[in-house]
């Protein structure tokens, strides 16, 4: 028996397969391998797919469940976070774009008439969460300034496609005037969020609580998938859209406690079903009409860039952000994304678009996402690159900055570079141990909160000079980088290692393929998270098979030491060449407190003799805050001195360790 559909799924997966390869390769997301493959099999291309009706059924499918599991990761607690770049941020650009969209269509013809005009707004104004995000993870950007803006944007976008798909229709009224009635359907859309909310609260968490007992699988699966496609249904049905369907039914589960079960559950299935949706999308591109219009499309695609560029740069600005920060922003959310293409279909059932217009939309937005990737990748080079321009003082650092406190002239002190989980940790333990400081930071929001709060911390862009003078980095003695984004973390640690060649440089990364160029700019130390991750894991492992805890100090030390030494010798010494470490990377320098019941106090230093016992030396005593250097072998340790020592880390370690505890 033959199924035509059966073929062409295996032919358009087998090509999916072979396109997603190449696109991972040369590290292009995944959804433009998807785009590429529904171009190729599409009827403008080799016409390979037969069966297109029913893959448009399936890619319906695949957009009922990705607005499902949007709904479920949506959360309120998540939102309040970053409520500012949400609300604010992420209102002004769609609003901005969607205005200055709509001129320009309007302007230059693109659009039959005022419905239309403000439809393609709204196409324009929207971005590719799933490109976006993915670029940032994979960079290690996420958590930077210009991440979180981005974040805080995208969220609204997604969030925002919903009232835009209830719109549509009124929109499609003002060209045809067959749009449904406002007030009706304003009625059924309230009554519709009613039954949300208390499904939300008592209806579905009752039921999941009592299917989840049975801890049946299947029955589990299937409860979650009637939930969702039958709240899809009834929104349908009522006049209103699946995809708002899908989200609402998403919300519902988002509030009860089984909503990451249900993810994990439902992922499968919307990456299968989310394929059809962008290789449909990919086939309806007509190539012959893209060369026909090529240099009419490749202006449109560069005022779309321009445009969102600009907008997002200019909200980044209002919101406090520095221009550098603004044009990362801009750049990141300067294409047009899926969600867009979810619109344009409720956009062409309503008769918004329509056949060339639909055929430009197309073009214009597959170029704009393939591009993405290239883009986000040059976007630091410009920002640098702009914010080195005679522009105002107020631009390049922040439309109404924090005021800033009193800053006592430094010296000698700890410069703290971001203000993130890493810089508090810093922060508390160099206040506990009574060692000035200062922290630069770049979030607003987070400035204006911590000086509220007694804490020395001013607001600049680190990556400039005159910031980090301010901070009298010159002076310092130690200076740790502990931000989120890479690229600013290198300048960073150029301009220290330039200002303060004697500095200790201590740099936070997040990978440590990242070591070797941040040790050439300069950097003492650099500690890489995953590394650090991999020791805090295996130390807890040891531990739970009762190794004893001076061995697992042993250990600890042995892989730092390794590690580090790996790297370093990779790279060229650092500048500061009266930094042990540096030239010799298994010696070790530490400071430890003598405690009461140590089984030395009492004894002098050539009676517990530690060169002979652990080779190591002892090279100053800190006793009532006066430190004694090279002292006598027949000083004899008190209680609370603190000792300085030197030798092989791992030998330290182990004087330590007998020192601390009693044997």
């Given at each position: 028996m033959d199924i035509p559909l059966l073929r062409d799924i295996v032919i358009l997966f087998s090509l999916s397969i072979i396109v997603l390869f190449l696109c991972h390769r040369f590290k292009i997301p995944a959804i433009v391998g998807f785009l590429l493959t529904g171009i190729v099999v599409g009827p403008y291309g080799l016409g390979l797919i037969e069966a297109i009706h029913e893959v448009e059924v399936f890619a319906e499918i695949g957009v009922v469940l990705l607005l499902f599991t949007i709904g479920i990761e949506f959360s309120f607690e998540r939102l309040l976070q970053i409520k500012k770049a949400v609300l604010l941020g992420g209102s002004l650009q769609v609003l901005l774009t969607s205005f200055v969209g709509f001129w320009l269509v309007r302007q230059f013809g693109f659009a039959r008439d005022t419905g239309e005009a403000v439809f393609i707004g709204f196409l324009i104004a929207l971005s590719s969460t799933a490109i976006v995000l993915k670029m940032l993870q994979e960079r290690a950007e996420i958590d930077s300034p210009h991440g979180r803006t981005t974040l805080g944007i995208l969220i609204f976008q997604d969030i925002v496609i919903v009232p835009m798909i209830l719109i549509t229709p009124f929109l499609a009224g003002m060209t045809g005037g067959q749009g449904a009635s406002v007030i009706l359907l304003l009625f059924k859309g309230i009554g519709i969020i009613g039954l949300v909310v208390l499904a939300a609260k008592w209806a579905v968490p009752y039921l999941l609580y009592h299917i989840a007992r049975t801890r049946n699988h299947e029955l589990f699966l299937l409860s979650v998938v009637v939930i969702c496609f039958g709240v899809a249904w009834f929104t349908s049905s009522a006049g209103l859209s699946l995809a708002l369907g899908a989200f609402l039914a998403g919300l519902i589960i988002s509030e009860s406690e089984y909503s990451h079960h249900a993810l994990g559950n439902i992922l499968p299935f919307r990456d299968v079903f989310t394929t059809f949706f962008f290789v449909s999308i990919g086939m309806m591109l007509n190539l012959g009409f893209l060369l026909h219009e090529f240099a009419l499309i490749l202006i449109m695609v560069t005022m779309v860039?321009?445009?969102?560029?600009?907008?997002?740069?200019?909200?980044?600005?209002?919101?406090?952000?520095?221009?550098?920060?603004?044009?990362?922003?801009?750049?990141?959310?300067?294409?047009?994304?899926?969600?867009?293409?979810?619109?344009?279909?409720?956009?062409?059932?309503?008769?918004?678009?329509?056949?060339?217009?639909?055929?430009?939309?197309?073009?214009?937005?597959?170029?704009?996402?393939?591009?993405?990737?290239?883009?986000?990748?040059?976007?630091?080079?410009?920002?640098?690159?702009?914010?080195?321009?005679?522009?105002?003082?107020?631009?390049?650092?922040?439309?109404?900055?924090?005021?800033?406190?009193?800053?006592?002239?430094?010296?000698?002190?700890?410069?703290?570079?971001?203000?993130?989980?890493?810089?508090?940790?810093?922060?508390?333990?160099?206040?506990?141990?009574?060692?000035?400081?200062?922290?630069?930071?770049?979030?607003?929001?987070?400035?204006?909160?911590?000086?509220?709060?007694?804490?020395?911390?001013?607001?600049?862009?680190?990556?400039?000079?005159?910031?980090?003078?301010?901070?009298?980095?010159?002076?310092?003695?130690?200076?740790?980088?502990?931000?989120?984004?890479?690229?600013?973390?290198?300048?960073?640690?150029?301009?220290?290692?330039?200002?303060?060649?004697?500095?200790?440089?201590?740099?936070?990364?997040?990978?440590?393929?990242?070591?070797?160029?941040?040790?050439?700019?300069?950097?003492?130390?650099?500690?890489?998270?995953?590394?650090?991750?991999?020791?805090?894991?295996?130390?807890?492992?040891?531990?739970?098979?009762?190794?004893?805890?001076?061995?697992?100090?042993?250990?600890?030390?042995?892989?730092?030491?390794?590690?580090?030494?790996?790297?370093?010798?990779?790279?060229?010494?650092?500048?500061?060449?009266?930094?042990?470490?540096?030239?010799?990377?298994?010696i070790d320098i530490s400071a430890f407190r003598i405690p009461a019941d140590s089984p030395f106090v009492h004894q002098s230093l050539a009676g517990i003799n530690l060169r002979r016992r652990y080779g190591i030396s002892v090279v100053a005593i800190e006793r009532d805050s006066e430190v004694i250097t090279n002292p006598d072998a027949d000083m004899v340790l008190q209680p609370d001195d603190i000792l300085y020592v030197l030798g092989p880390a791992e030998k330290v370690a182990k004087a330590v360790a007998r020192f601390i505890f009693k044997k």
């Open positions: 860039f321009i445009l969102k560029t600009v907008v997002g740069a200019i909200v980044t600005v209002l919101l406090g952000f520095p221009l550098r920060i603004g044009i990362l922003v801009g750049f990141s959310i300067s294409q047009i994304g899926e969600f867009s293409f979810i619109l344009s279909r409720v956009g062409l059932e309503n008769g918004l678009l329509s056949g060339d217009i639909n055929q430009r939309f197309l073009a214009v937005t597959i170029l704009s996402m393939a591009a993405t990737p290239f883009i986000i990748i040059l976007a630091p080079r410009l920002a640098n690159a702009v914010a080195t321009w005679p522009l105002p003082k107020w631009l390049l650092r922040g439309m109404n900055p924090p005021s800033e406190p009193e800053m006592p002239t430094l010296h000698d002190h700890l410069v703290i570079i971001g203000f993130g989980v890493n810089g508090r940790n810093v922060a508390r333990a160099a206040k506990e141990a009574g060692i000035a400081y200062t922290i630069i930071e770049m979030n607003p929001e987070t400035v204006r909160s911590e000086i509220a709060r007694g804490e020395s911390i001013f607001y600049g862009d680190a990556t400039r000079e005159t910031t980090l003078k301010h901070a009298r980095v010159e002076a310092a003695r130690v200076v740790v980088v502990a931000i989120n984004d890479p690229t600013a973390t290198r300048r960073i640690t150029e301009a220290v290692r330039r200002l303060n060649p004697d500095v200790h440089l201590i740099v936070r990364t997040r990978y440590v393929q990242e070591m070797q160029p941040l040790y050439g700019l300069g950097a003492n130390e650099v500690i890489p998270e995953e590394f650090e991750t991999s020791v805090e894991i295996f130390a807890r492992v040891l531990n739970k098979f009762f190794i004893p805890r001076d061995k697992i100090e042993q250990l600890i030390a042995r892989v730092r030491a390794d590690g580090y030494e790996m790297f370093r010798s990779l790279t060229p010494a650092s500048n500061a060449a009266s930094n042990l470490k540096i030239h010799f990377p298994d």
